[in-house]
């Protein structure tokens, strides 16, 4: 079976330090991968979603980045961390086969910063 | 384009009553459409989908959702609510076969039961 692990579970930083939150995905080849943001009270924000190793596309222009070095690989970074940035992040995989693209959550990293 | 409104923020029902959480969709191609589940602090679980079979579709613990294109609406149901079943629930619809397999999520509604 599929599973998918992110780490930290929970992380505070301090304004202007760099970020790198990780996610794994294991018993699968081949997935979409996507990282979403989640503030306080509010939906979920598509933030980058990759397609394969070293394609990634960003939904909306911000601090952060993304990388997919491995298949089943997904970061997330900061250079220079904003208060804007605390949140809820959520990794998150799909088959990546046309037709079924229902995903499969991780169980998130709280960041806060300070 | 496609959205998806989830028409009430918060709901509040007794335990061993009925639950209704209602959702209305907006898409200009055959939709598939998902049920998550949230409980606080942790990740999303995959409640139910419909992706063009049975217009009623059954999910996990009890929970039931019903597409009515007429409507544009896939309300999420359940017979009786258990203590269990408080949490932040999102109605999701996706373009079936778009690039990148993106899901557009609602607003969440807050579910809330009282013993």
């Known amino acids: 079976s599929q599973t998918i692990h992110q780490w930290p579970a929970t992380l505070v930083q301090p304004v202007g330090s760099p970020l790198s939150l990780e996610c794994t995905v294991e018993g699968t080849s081949n997935p979409n991968l996507y990282w979403y943001r989640q503030a306080a009270g509010r939906g979920l924000q598509l933030l980058f979603y990759s397609v394969g190793i070293g394609q990634i596309s960003s939904e909306v222009p911000q601090n952060l980045s993304a990388s997919r070095p491995q298949d089943r690989q997904f970061i997330l970074s900061s250079k220079k961390l904003l208060l804007s940035d605390s949140g809820f992040y959520l990794c998150?995989?799909?088959?990546?086969?046309?037709?079924?693209?229902?995903?499969?959550f991780g169980p998130g990293t709280r960041l806060t910063v300070l | 384009a496609q959205s998806v409104t989830q028409l009430d923020s918060h709901v509040s029902v007794s335990e061993g009553t009925p639950v209704l959480l209602r959702c209305n969709y907006s898409s200009s191609y055959s939709p598939s459409l998902f049920w998550y589940v949230q409980h606080p602090n942790k990740g999303l679980q995959l409640l139910l989908k419909y992706t063009s079979a049975a217009t009623l579709v059954k999910g996990i613990n009890g929970f039931e959702a019903e597409f009515k294109k007429s409507e544009t609406s896939f309300h999420l149901t359940k017979p009786s609510a258990h203590m269990s079943d408080a949490a932040e629930y999102f109605c999701?619809?996706?373009?079936?076969?778009?690039?990148?397999?993106?899901?557009?999520f609602g607003q969440g509604t807050e579910l809330s039961v009282k013993p």
């Open positions: 999701v619809v996706s373009q079936r076969y778009n690039q990148g397999g993106k899901l557009i």
């Open positions: 998150a995989w799909s088959p990546g086969l046309a037709g079924y693209n229902e995903q499969f």
